[in-house]
């Protein structure tokens, strides 16, 4: 079961621009993370934001969280053609457990 | 540097053939993941381990099989019982095996039926 759904699924921007990814879930979370995945590799860890937090910065990356709506967005500021990968949101759940859950990730292009 | 290595990193499968994917961390994790993705999709829990000698299934575990025998090793077993194997595989850890933890990843094995 999917907990995540990010939007949109595809974005194509220019270097320079900003990009905005969205990320919607189902039940009450403890914790939210973004992970970034280039083309064939393996996962990384960007961000983690916790339930009783609103917005994270990290470098040129701005994570908000809304509980209320359940949703998060994940900003990059300045993109360059090097952020191209795809962009996916984990949830845990506040029920408990030790397992996130992922979403199906936005696709993110940055044109030079 | 530590981290996770998965190998190999391209595997094929005969018909009627089981198949194992190795997963080694050295970053002394307590808790190791099995993921499998599908093109264009997120990433399903196969299986998980907090602790040496114990796992549980996750979300899709029907067809695979795993061992944990040591901290640092946590192989897959895709079994001829999985019909539809074709996928990425990635394996990840973290420290503690708690949701609040970061978890690293291998660079995945791109698993096709011959």
């Known amino acids: 079961s999917q907990q995540g759904e990010e939007d949109p699924q595809a974005l194509s921007i220019q270097e320079g621009e900003n990009a905005t990814m969205n990320c919607s879930y189902k039940t009450s979370i403890n914790n939210l993370q973004w992970y970034r995945q280039n083309s064939g590799r393996g996962l990384v860890h960007l961000i983690l934001?916790?339930?009783?937090?609103r917005e994270k910065h990290s470098g040129r990356l701005r994570v908000t969280l809304d509980t209320s709506k359940k949703s998060s967005s994940l900003l990059i500021t300045a993109s360059r053609a090097a952020d191209t990968a795809s962009y996916f949101c984990?949830?845990?759940?506040?029920?408990?457990?030790?397992?996130?859950?992922f979403g199906t990730g936005t696709r993110l292009q940055v044109f030079p | 540097d530590g981290g996770i290595t998965q190998s190999p990193k391209y595997l094929f499968r005969k018909e009627g053939q089981n198949v194992t994917l190795s997963c080694e961390q050295n970053l002394n994790h307590d808790a190791m993941y099995w993921y499998r993705q599908d093109p264009g999709q997120g990433l399903r829990l196969i299986y998980y381990?907090?602790?040496?000698?114990?796992?549980q299934k996750g979300d899709i575990a029907e067809g695979y099989s795993v061992s944990r025998e040591k901290k640092e090793s946590f192989p897959l077993t895709v079994t001829s019982a999985q019909k539809n194997p074709t996928a990425f595989y990635l394996c990840?850890?973290?420290?503690?095996?708690?949701?609040?933890?970061?978890?690293?990843f291998g660079d995945g094995t791109r698993l096709s039926i011959l």
């Open positions: 381990s907090q602790i040496v000698n114990d796992f």
């Open positions: 934001i916790r339930s009783n937090e």
């Open positions: 990840a850890s973290t420290q503690g095996g708690f949701s609040n933890q970061p978890q690293h």
């Open positions: 984990a949830t845990d759940t506040s029920l408990g457990g030790d397992k996130l859950i």
